[in-house]
C-alpha cells in the first residue's frame, strides 16, 4: 500500500472519529420530562454540601441519571417518567439512599427536601481501609493486582512491578516473559504505548512504578482483545482519581546505585468536569557488568574469546500526563487525555577481548573497545475517549481515537585498539567509528466497543478497531581513515520503512443457565505490512486475513468454587525490531540484528482453570497447553573469525504444557502469604533451520511472598523468587535465583508512608546461559540491574 493511500485511510478514520464523537453528545441528550431537586447540607452545623454527588436509580439499581449539589448545596436534575431512588454520596460521609420515588406526566417534579449527611470517622478511616485492599484479586478470566500495597514496588519502575507479579517474569535485560514466553501483548490503559515500541518491554523502565494504579493479566483473551501475544495480554491502568475536591499523591525516591525521583498525582473534580494530572521524574545511574567464553573450532585450531564488559547507563527521565473527564451527565462521559514522556541518557561500556588459540594460556592479543553513546527519546501520545451507557445494567457504547508520535535520536562514538600479549599496540588495527541512529514512529488507533444485554443473563458484544503505523529508522555507521576523515562502512547506511496497517473487527455471544455460563467470540483481522530499504530500493509486502476465534465455558459448583475452560487462536506479527536489518555495533564480536524475511507465529491456546475461594485465602489452578507454528526465536551463529550474529528466524514450532498455582492466604492476623508456581514442558522444534535444534525441556517458576504486620504499625514484606533452568533451542538458560526484602511504617497520621525496600539482597539475578552451534561453543553471564537500595517516602492528600 503506497504511502499516499495510507494518508488517505488515515484521514477518513479521524474524520469518521470525529464525525462519532460530535454526535455522542446529541446521543446523550435524551427527552426528559421531570425533574428532582434538593439541598445537602452537614450534620450539626447544617452547612451545605457543594459538589455532593446525587445518583439517581430506577428500582432494578440501575444507574439512570445524576448530578452535583453547586456551591450553595442545591442540585437539580432532569428525569424520564418512572419509579427512582437516590443515592448522595460525598468523601468523608456515610451514604444516604432516599426511599422510592416517582415522576409521572401528573406528579413531573419532585423535591427531596434537605438531605443530612453524617460524617465518618474521618479521612484517616479512609486511608486505612484504602490501603486494605487485596494485591491480588483472582477470577476465571483474568487477574488483577493492585500494586500500590506491594512494598517492594516503592521506588521502581513499571518494569520492577511486572517482574513481582505472578506468572511473570522479567530477564535481567527487561525483556518480560509469561508463563516462560517472551510473546506477550502489553498495553497501557488497554492500548499500544510508545514506551513499548522501538525498545519492547524494557522501555517500560522509563515508567515509575507510582504512576501505575494496578496490572491486569489476561492468560487467554477473548476476541474482544487484539489476537497478538501469543502469551498473552498485560495491560497495565495508569492512576486517575475522580473523587470530589482536589486529592492526591507524591513521592520521593532516594537510593543507591544512583536512583532519585518524584511523582506527583493530583485531581480536581468540580461539577462536571474531572481533572486528573500525572508527573514523574526519575534520575538514575545504573551499572552493568558481563562475561563470555567462546571457543570456535577450525580444522586445526580451537580460537578461544575470552570477553569481559563493564559500563553504566546514566539517565534522566520526565513522564507527564493530564487530562479531564467531561460528565454530559452520570451516563455519559468524555475523556480527553495528553502523556509527553522525554529520556536522556548517556550510555559508557568498557570491553575487553581476549584472543587465545587452543588453551586460554596461549595468549595472542588483547583489544579494548569503548561505546559512548549519547541518546535523546521525547514521546507523546494524544488520546479522546467516549463512553455512554444506557438505561438497561450491561449496556454501554466506548469508542476510542488516540495518536502516538515516537523520536529517538542515538549518537554513538565507538573506539577500538588492539595490543600484544606485552601490551605494544598494533596501530594498523585501531578503529574509530560513529553510528548515527534516527528512529521515527507515527501511529493513529481507533477502536468502538458496543455491548448490549438480552435475555435475563445473555450479552452480545461487537466492535471494531483499525490501526495505521509508520515507522522510519535513518541510520549510518562511519570509520575514521588513513586520512583523517570518515566514510560511511558499506551495507551500514540505509534507511528503513515499516508500514503497518491492521483493520479489526469481533463478535461475542455470552449467556448464563443456571450454573453454567458460556461466551464464543470470533475476530477477524486484516494485515498489511510493507518493509523498504530505501537506499537500496529493497522492499517485502505482507498481506494477510486471519480468522480468531475464542470460547469460555465457566461452571460454577458454588459462589466459591468455579471451572472454567477456555480457547483461543493467537498471532505474533514480525514488528519493527524482528524485521530491521540494522546491525548494532556497541560490541565489535557480537552483532544483533532483525531479519526481515519472518512470517507471523501462530498458536492455539487451551486453559482449564479452577478458583476456590476460602475463609482465609483463595487458590487458582490452570492447566494449559499451547501449540505454535512457525515460532519466532533468536539464534546465533559464529564465523570462522570469531564474530557471531544473532537474528530471529521461523521455526517449525512449539508444544507446551503446563500447571500454574496461585493463591493466598492469611495464616494468622499478622502474616499473609503469597504464591505462585508455574511448572512446564516444551518441546522445541528447528530442525528447519539445522539439524539438531531441537529441544525438549522442563522447568519451573517460583514466587514466594510473605507480608508480616507488627503491633507498632509497621509492614515488613520478603520475597523470593527462583527460575529454573530451561533448555532453548541451541542450549540452556541456567537457573537464576533472587530474593527481596522491604519494610514501610505509615508516618504524618497515617498520611503518609515511609518505605525501605532492598531488592536483590544476594545481588544475584544474573542471566547465565550457553549456546552452542556446529561449530561453536559459547558460554556467558551478565547483569543488566545490580542490588538495589531505596528509600521512599509517600504522602496522600484526601484520598
Not at 506527583?264 to 486528573?276: E, G, S, T
Not at 481515537?401 to 600479549?421: G, H, I, K, M, R
Not at 508500514?499 to 463478535?507: K, L, S, T, V
Request: charged residues 20%.
Amino acid at each position: 500500500m503506497s504511502s499516499s493511500n495510507q494518508s488517505s485511510n488515515g484521514k477518513i478514520t479521524f474524520v469518521l472519529f470525529l464525525s462519532l464523537l460530535f454526535c455522542f453528545p446529541v446521543f446523550a441528550q435524551q427527552d426528559y420530562k421531570g425533574k428532582i431537586n434538593g439541598l445537602v447540607i452537614e450534620e450539626g452545623s447544617s452547612a451545605p454540601l457543594p459538589f455532593a454527588s446525587i445518583g439517581i436509580y430506577n428500582t432494578s439499581d440501575s444507574l439512570i441519571s445524576g448530578g452535583l449539589s453547586d456551591d450553595d448545596g442545591r442540585f437539580q436534575i432532569d428525569i424520564t417518567n418512572g419509579e427512582f431512588y437516590a443515592l448522595v454520596e460525598f468523601m468523608g460521609y456515610e451514604a444516604f439512599k432516599t426511599d422510592p420515588f416517582s415522576i409521572s406526566k401528573e406528579s413531573p417534579s419532585y423535591n427531596l427536601g434537605q438531605i443530612t449527611m453524617k460524617t465518618t470517622a474521618g479521612d484517616l478511616e479512609e486511608v486505612v481501609v484504602q490501603g486494605e485492599k487485596t494485591i491480588m484479586e483472582l477470577s476465571l478470566d483474568k487477574r488483577i493486582f493492585n500494586v500500590g500495597k506491594d512494598l517492594a514496588n516503592a521506588g521502581g519502575t513499571a518494569n520492577d512491578i511486572l517482574m513481582n507479579l505472578p506468572s511473570v517474569s522479567v530477564d535481567p535485560q527487561g525483556n518480560v516473559n509469561l508463563r516462560g514466553s517472551s510473546n506477550v501483548r502489553i498495553l497501557i490503559d488497554g492500548k499500544p504505548s510508545g514506551l513499548v515500541s522501538f525498545k519492547g518491554s524494557s522501555g517500560l523502565r522509563q515508567l515509575p512504578a507510582n504512576m501505575v494504579e494496578r496490572v491486569e493479566i489476561i492468560t487467554n483473551p477473548s476476541a474482544r482483545y487484539e489476537a497478538e501475544g501469543m502469551a498473552g495480554v498485560i495491560n497495565i491502568i495508569l492512576k486517575k482519581e475522580n473523587n470530589q475536591g482536589i486529592n492526591g499523591s507524591f513521592e520521593v525516591i532516594v537510593g543507591t546505585p544512583t536512583n532519585l525521583g518524584f511523582t506527583a498525582n493530583l485531581n480536581y473534580r468540580h461539577n462536571k468536569i474531572n481533572w486528573f494530572i500525572n508527573y514523574g521524574l526519575a534520575h538514575r545511574r545504573s551499572p552493568n557488568v558481563g562475561e563470555l567464553y567462546q571457543e570456535v573450532y577450525g580444522q586445526d585450531t580451537t580460537f578461544i574469546l575470552n570477553q569481559s564488559n563493564e559500563g553504566h547507563v546514566t539517565s534522566l527521565n520526565n513522564n507527564i500526563r493530564g487530562g479531564l473527564d467531561y460528565y454530559f451527565n452520570e451516563n455519559s462521559i468524555l475523556t480527553l487525555s495528553y502523556l509527553w514522556r522525554r529520556s536522556d541518557a548517556h550510555r559508557i561500556t568498557d570491553l575487553r577481548y581476549e584472543d587465545s588459540w587452543n588453551t586460554l594460556d596461549n595468549l595472542q592479543s588483547y583489544t579494548l573497545r569503548r561505546q559512548d553513546e549519547t541518546e535523546q527519546e521525547p514521546n507523546s501520545e494524544i488520546s479522546a475517549n467516549y463512553k455512554r451507557t444506557f438505561e438497561q445494567k450491561g449496556h454501554e457504547l466506548t469508542t476510542t481515537f488516540t495518536y502516538l508520535n515516537y523520536w529517538e535520536n542515538s549518537d554513538q562514538l565507538f573506539t577500538q585498539n588492539t595490543f600484544s600479549p606485552e601490551a605494544i599496540e598494533n596501530t594498523s588495527l585501531a578503529q574509530v567509528q560513529t553510528s548515527l541512529n534516527d528512529e521515527y514512529e507515527n501511529q493513529y488507533l481507533a477502536m468502538l466497543d458496543y455491548v448490549k444485554p438480552f435475555a435475563k443473563e445473555g450479552k452480545f458484544e461487537t466492535g471494531f478497531r483499525t490501526s495505521f503505523r509508520r515507522m522510519k529508522n535513518d541510520y549510518i555507521v562511519e570509520e575514521k581513515g588513513d586520512d583523517g576523515e570518515f566514510s560511511p562502512i558499506p551495507g551500514l547506511d540505509n534507511i528503513f520503512l515499516y508500514d503497518e496497517n491492521i483493520m479489526a473487527a469481533y463478535g461475542i455471544v455470552g449467556n448464563k443457565t443456571k450454573n453454567w455460563s458460556y461466551q464464543a467470540g470470533l475476530r477477524a483481522e486484516y494485515t498489511d505490512v510493507k518493509t523498504t530499504l530505501e537506499e537500496t530500493n529493497e522492499e517485502n509486502p505482507r498481506k494477510y486475513s486471519n480468522l480468531f476465534p475464542s470460547a469460555h465455558l465457566t461452571y460454577n459448583i458454588s459462589k466459591e468454587n468455579a471451572f472454567q475452560l477456555s480457547y483461543s487462536r493467537r498471532v505474533r506479527r514480525p514488528v519493527y525490531n524482528d524485521l530491521s536489518p540494522y546491525v548494532t555495533l556497541s560490541d565489535s564480536r557480537n552483532f544483533f540484528s532483525g531479519n526481515p524475511d519472518l512470517n507471523p507465529e501462530y498458536t492455539n491456546a487451551f486453559e482449564l482453570g479452577h478458583i476456590k475461594y476460602f475463609e482465609n485465602g483463595t487458590l487458582f489452578t490452570t492447566v494449559y497447553y499451547r501449540s505454535t507454528d512457525d515460532k519466532i526465536e533468536r539464534l546465533r551463529s559464529v564465523d570462522e573469525e570469531s564474530n557471531s550474529r544473532t537474528l530471529p528466524y521461523n521455526l517449525n514450532g512449539e508444544n507446551s504444557f503446563g500447571v500454574e498455582l496461585s493463591g493466598d492466604y492469611r495464616l494468622y492476623e499478622w502474616w499473609k502469604i503469597d504464591m505462585n508456581v508455574n511448572f512446564f514442558h516444551a518441546n522445541i522444534d528447528g530442525s528447519n533451520i539445522q539439524a539438531g535444534y531441537t529441544a525438549k525441556t522442563y522447568s519451573w517458576l517460583f514466587r514466594q511472598t510473605s507480608r508480616f504486620t507488627l503491633k507498632n504499625g509497621m509492614d515488613i514484606q520478603l520475597r523470593a523468587n527462583y527460575e529454573a533452568r530451561q533448555k532453548t533451542a541451541q542450549g540452556v538458560r541456567k537457573g537464576i535465583f533472587f530474593t527481596d526484602l522491604s519494610a514501610s511504617k505509615g508516618i504524618i497520621q497515617d498520611r503518609g508512608t515511609l518505605t525501605l525496600n532492598v531488592l536483590d539482597i544476594l545481588n544475584s539475578r544474573k542471566n547465565r546461559y550457553i549456546t552452542e552451534g556446529a561449530n561453536f561453543y559459547t558460554e556467558g553471564k551478565s547483569q543488566y540491574q545490580r542490588r538495589q537500595i531505596n528509600l521512599t517516602m509517600n504522602y496522600r492528600m484526601k484520598q
